[in-house]
């Protein structure tokens, strides 16, 4: 079984970050967790910003 891509990154970078968003963000948050980042690159689904421990934030969550 292959590993989800997310889980090298936080090894790498020893940094996670959970946005939590509205419900008018379902489709959209869920599309996310259906495509895997190792085929498709996710960056610029949402505009976000690199918070103050290095992990990335969702501008808008």
Known sequence: MQ???INKGIRE???LSVDVVDESWL????RMGT???NKV???????WTMGENG????DDA
Do not use: E, R, T
């Not at 690159?41 to 505009?47: C, H, I, P, R, V």
């Open 3 to 5: 590993a989800h891509y």
């Open 13 to 15: 970078n020893m940094k």
């Open 27 to 30: 489709k959209a948050a869920d």
């Open 35 to 37: 495509v895997s980042g």
């Open 41 to 47: 690159d996710k960056s610029g689904a949402f505009q």
């Open 55 to 58: 992990a990335p934030l969702i």
